[in-house]
RNA sequence: GUCCUCGUCGUCUAGUGGUCUAGGACACAGCCCUUUCAAGGCUGCGACACGGGUUCAAAUCCCGUCGGGGGCACCA
């Protein structure tokens, strides 16, 4: 088996591009808590290779994000280290130097081919249902001549050499061995003509002036390690274990998890982005504890962990190799789950800023007593509002009178039930037990069973068919509001 | 097309030659509990892609087929 190598430095580095995307997230979360397993360091890198992508809202995202997964990292981005600078655009001289010198070792060679003749050559393959890729132009110049061309400011790029026969075999710690016949990796640029590496070798120069120890990073990288193990090669560097995740696809199994927030056939929307989630009300454990579960498992039945949990169990040996649907309801059953472990003080401290934005004034002191009453209905921190707004209202939203009369009863029952509980509210003590016993008193008077008895009341005072417990709401809305909106309901019925 | 790779219930997974008439979770169905909705309890439905080998014995090893996924840019 493989050595850990000491200490362990891993790295999360993406590209400021678009929004931080739970792809991203779980690969972060995979190298966090393997770094944490064993002690060592978190690296976060910034690979802003890429000028005409840059996303400038990018980085926010990414490191709310990452705060909101409870992702620290040690050392890179915003926090600094001794093997800064760590983002790639304030690297570029770095590079340069390396650049020249895997030139200079041969192993690298400068190409003046213009983007429409690459065009022309890969239309040319294309047409000829050829495999796809550089011809090699300009790999058999001259050295002297090209460092001419280049220096008397013709445009260029910077190839790598790639060995035109023979084959090279790694091993990936989750896939295996693998091999790859050189013939079929290209000539890959590693210098942009802007003087800006490619992501492969800016990559491979940081991770070993980084001493990155290994590389977890999603499936999708897996064919460029060829190429990277040139360079390693080419510079007689020591490369670090590989480690290829493996990819989230979508819900329906059908491809790498979407880019895009779609919404489902239903219209249910189904978010990708960390924002989202955050946004939506999915807690940091839970969400946190769903991803871990994606691609890796620590038994055949543990599934809630905790943070400490997680990371004292993780290894990269329980990580499977193929790839894994999202699966929403089951992220919802986990964060109802997370909800309901919650204490009641602590449920309702992150309630509040859920419901204010919805509009719902409601404060720690006010919600504390109706949060029990919820707690264990909600999948997500946004449905809250919906079991929770007809308390902080002085008036309910007009609802159509026919949610006050139950299937098959009529309307004159109805009113009996209605005005039965006006006059029983209006004196009995506002209190669990008296109410219980009030109310099923008056039902049995009229002949009813309890649900029927008590669905109109619940419906006249919280405008909904479907509420908390109603004796608990009673007691919280109080007499004076519970007394107005029973005389509304009757009015509502004549 | 080509290269790489994956293949256990609908989905996430356990399983590394016998303990598997394949275990758990989500979802689904039924029942119980019950003042609605939940939560909870119980039960059920439901899988080793297929075909060949190897072996006394295969979900587990080998080969092939089929199916899925990913890559093939001066993007990462």
């Known amino acids: 088996m493989t050595t850990t190598p000491h200490p362990v430095r891993v790295r999360y580095a993406p590209s400021p591009t678009g929004d931080f995307h739970v792809g991203g997230a779980r690969t972060a979360l995979f190298n966090y808590l393997f770094a944490r397993h064993h002690g060592g360091q978190f690296i976060l890198r910034i690979e802003d290779t890429d000028q005409s992508r840059y996303n400038p809202e990018a980085m926010g995202w990414l490191v709310n994000g990452l705060r909101y997964l409870g992702l620290q990292w040690d050392e890179g981005y915003e926090v600094g280290g001794d093997y800064g600078p760590y983002v790639q655009t304030e690297r570029l001289d770095i590079y340069q130097k390396y650049c020249q010198e895997i030139i200079g070792r041969g192993h690298a060679y400068t190409c003046f081919c213009s983007s429409e003749r690459l065009e022309a050559v890969r239309e040319e393959q294309a047409k000829n249902k050829l495999t796809q890729g550089y011809d090699r132009h300009c790999r058999h110049l001259n050295p002297a001549e090209s460092a001419q061309r280049a220096a008397a400011g013709e445009p260029y790029v910077v190839r790598a050499k790639i060995p035109l026969e023979g084959e090279i075999t790694f091993h990936d710690v989750i896939k295996g061995e693998i091999t790859y016949q050189w013939v079929a990796i290209q000539d890959a640029v590693l210098m942009k003509s802007d003087g800006i590496p490619t992501y492969h070798f800016a990559n491979v120069v940081d991770d070993h002036l980084m001493k990155i120890s290994h590389i977890m990073r999603g499936d999708e ?14 510079f007689d560097w020591q490369p670090p274990i590989m480690a290829h995740l493996p990819l989230i696809l979508n819900p329906t199994g059908k491809g790498k998890m979407s880019k895009r927030e779609d919404r489902a056939p239903d219209g249910k929307l189904m978010p990708v982005f960390v924002r989202t989630f955050q ?41 499977k190799p193929s790839a894994a649907a999202w699966n929403y309801d089951k992220l919802d059953h986990f964060n109802g789950d997370y909800i309901r472990r919650l204490s009641v003080e602590d449920l309702t401290q992150r309630l509040v800023p859920f419901l204010n934005k919805a509009g719902v004034p409601a404060t720690y002191e006010t919600l504390l007593p109706i949060t029990p009453l919820v707690q264990e209905r909600m999948k997500t921190l946004t449905e809250a509002t919906d079991f929770v707004d007809f308390f902080f209202m002085a008036e309910l939203p007009d609802y159509d009178h026919s949610l006050l009369i139950p299937k098959k009863m009529e309307v004159a029952t109805v009113r009996q039930i209605l005005t039965q509980a006006q006059q029983i509210l209006a004196t009995t003590d506002f209190e669990p037990t008296a109410l219980d016993t009030a109310l099923r008193a008056a039902a049995e008077s009229l ?48």
């Not at 709401?473 to 909106?485: D, N, Q, S």
Request: hydrophobic share 45%.
């Open 279 to 319: 946004e939506m009300g999915y807690l940091t454990e839970a969400i946190t504890n769903y991803l871990a579960l994606l691609g890796w498992s620590y038994d055949d039945k543990t599934e809630i962990m905790s943070r400490e949990e997680l990371i004292e169990r993780f290894s990269l040996e329980r990580v």
């Open 447 to 494: 002949s009813l069973k309890p649900g029927p008895m008590f669905q109109p009341i619940r419906v006249a005072v919280c405008g909904k068919m479907v509420a908390p417990p109603l004796f608990e709401t009673l007691i919280i809305i109080g007499r004076e509001t519970v007394m107005k909106r029973l005389g509304q309901a009757i009015a509502k019925l004549n």
């Open 221 to 234: 990288w897996i064919n460029s390690v060829p190429l990277h193990l040139f360079l390693y090669q080419a």
